[in-house]
């Protein structure tokens, strides 16, 4: 654990934001910290030490940082479960007591101040309730200690909404319990015939509106060697999108399997993609007519992919949408 430990204090030294959860969050991705571990007890005062030096605060970063870790590692592991008392709210208190030189027989303010915050971010944590989770944990105190830092020095710690990146490495997760929780994005994928055209328009505005819900694709049972040229050049002009950019013709079987499957209309015949459609837009194939039949479609396609993200950003993944978009 020593040589964990100074390790972080290393990787510290380096960091130069005012975020101690971004500070947090690149060092807990090196491969010397595990998901769980007693080396948060160094990690977790360790970054609200840097982001505080880093802000502004009047400390000397090098000997606070050894003195951080010299009682993080006095500390045992699972002392949540074992102690009833959280090792990341440990460590961000003994910070403060060494922002502050808090002792035992200190008198001031800052003994009860600490206790106070402390008390705070152990309520936190009780009301999420376990298995414990290392990274949860910290950033649950983290919000505490942001917060008694800016109220109670003349700084400003940054500060945003967090979002947890290690679900997929923690088997005891608790998922959408858990207000860190990165929900997966659904795959949408948007199938016509020839993947050349309307299928084309709506990947490249599902990417361009509807990122933040969900992951768009698109494909067909057949290909063109190139996407429709008016379609390019009129996505160019509506929306400065080059779809040539990223985007090109594909067959279904190069796409992941979607979690929902929309075509864009079988007015013709209907491709078989291995199981049915979720939806179907029915939009006519503006192939060959004029530039305001194409910017028709567009607006279509338009107001259905913000349907579809109004749709499925008020329901959880998994759940089934009855009433499909119309």
């Known amino acids: 654990m020593e040589k964990r430990g100074k390790q972080i204090i290393e990787a510290c030294l380096q960091e130069k934001s005012k975020n101690p959860v971004d500070i947090f969050n690149n060092i807990a991705q090196l491969d010397f910290i595990r998901i769980h571990g007693p080396e948060h007890h160094v990690l977790d005062g360790a970054a609200l030490l840097t982001a505080f030096y880093n802000a502004g605060g009047n400390i000397d970063l090098p000997n606070s940082l050894n003195e951080l870790m010299k009682r993080g590692l006095q500390m045992p592991g ?54 414990r989770c290392c990274k949860r944990d910290a950033f649950l105190s983290f919000q505490e200690a942001i917060q008694y830092i800016n109220e109670n020095y003349d700084m400003e710690l940054q500060n945003k909404r967090i979002e947890c990146s290690f679900s997929e490495k923690n088997e005891q997760c608790l998922n959408e319990k858990c207000p860190f929780y990165k ?10 015939v020839h993947n050349s055209c309307r299928s084309q328009i709506a990947e490249a505005l599902g990417k361009h509106l509807a990122s933040d819900v969900f992951v768009s694709f698109s494909a067909g049972t057949e290909t063109k060697p190139q996407i429709n040229q008016d379609a390019v050049r009129i996505m160019k002009e509506l929306y400065g999108i080059d779809m040539e950019q990223t985007q090109y013709s594909k067959l279904i079987s190069d796409i992941p399997n979607p979690d929902i499957a929309i075509s864009m209309g079988c007015n013709v015949r209907c491709p078989f993609i291995g199981r ?17 039949e194409f910017q028709i479609i567009i607006k ?27």
């Not at 459609?277 to 004029?290: A, H, I, R």
């Open 78 to 131: 699972a002392t949540c479960g074992m102690w009833g008392v959280c090792g990341a709210v440990s460590s961000m208190g003994a910070a403060l007591s060494i922002i502050d030189g808090t002792g035992p027989l200190s008198t001031e303010a800052s003994w009860g101040k600490h206790m106070e915050f402390t008390s705070k971010a152990l309520h936190s944590l009780s009301k999420t309730g376990g298995p």
């Open 276 to 292: 049915a459609f979720d939806d179907n837009w029915e939009l006519e194939d503006p192939t060959g007519k004029s530039d305001e």
């Open 300 to 326: 279509k396609i338009e107001e259905k992919i913000l349907q579809l993200k109004n749709c499925y950003s008020h329901y959880p993944i998994g759940h089934e949408v009855e009433n499909r978009v119309e």
């Open 183 to 192: 929900k997966p994005k659904k795959k949408v994928a948007f199938i016509c």
